[in-house]
């Protein structure tokens, strides 16, 4: 197993434009998680599924952001209409949480998104 | 609601000395864990040192090695023998009960030759 993996790596698009980005955890992790990241700050908790349940979203998470693990496998995370203020790096990371106890993460590289 | 604090914007040190990164935490948890994390210019966070709130013991992992004070809510991390691969910015984070991250703003730290 290669890690975390996020594509793509950056992606530009214009205002009002809809944008999505993929991360495929690390496949025996049941827990995956999207934080963002803007320039000069730690990563920001967004979201969090245990398989393809939806556990908890932010209130950084407005209503133009949709996130979904079809099958608990890969996930995805759609912007719609982006906004400048968009603009960071959104982190993926997954865990193992067998029996509540939490083992550590595993982040992926990230994809930085530039909102013109 | 759980906060965590890096005063030290940036830091600088000399190749082979050592470095201390500053971390405060809040939290009315008594169960959790402490990071301390690595981002490159790659933007891999990658795990440097993990603690467990519960152990009185501090971690180590090779060069690196973290002073942590539970009642002082504080979790500092040093750098032995600093070589330049260790330049990057260093997040120190906070993981309690709700299985989500807490990170500091971060320092970045500059290694000189």
Not at chain 2, 5 to 20: D, F, G, L, N, R
Request: aromatic fraction near 14%; proline fraction near 4%; glycine fraction near 6%.
């Amino acid at each position: 197993d290669t890690g975390v993996s996020q594509n793509p790596r950056h992606k530009i698009t214009k205002r009002g434009q809809n944008v999505t980005f993929r991360c495929d955890p690390i496949s025996e992790h049941n827990r995956l998680y999207w934080y963002r990241q803007t320039l000069g700050q730690g990563p920001e908790f967004l979201t969090y599924f245990q398989n393809e349940a939806q556990l908890e979203k932010s209130r950084l998470l407005s209503d133009r952001f949709s996130a979904e693990r079809p099958k608990g496998s890969f996930s995805t995370l759609e912007i719609q209409r982006t906004e400048q203020g968009d603009s960071a790096m959104y982190l993926c990371a997954s865990s193992l949480v067998p029996g509540g106890t939490n083992y550590g993460y595993t982040f992926g590289s990230g994809t930085r998104l530039t909102v013109v | 609601a759980q906060t965590v604090t890096q005063s030290q914007p940036e830091m600088s040190v000399q190749e082979a000395e050592t470095v201390t990164l500053s971390c405060t935490y809040d939290t009315s948890e008594s169960d959790y864990y402490l990071f301390w994390y690595k981002q490159p210019p790659s933007r891999q966070m990658i795990l440097v040192i993990r603690q467990e709130a519960y152990k009185q013991q501090n971690a180590t992992e090779n060069r690196f090695s973290v002073n942590f004070q539970k009642a002082a809510k504080s979790f500092s991390l040093k750098i032995s023998d600093s070589q330049l691969g260790d330049a990057a910015m260093y997040f120190c984070a906070y993981l309690g009960n709700f299985n989500k991250f807490y990170f500091g703003s971060g320092t970045k730290l500059n290694v000189k030759p």
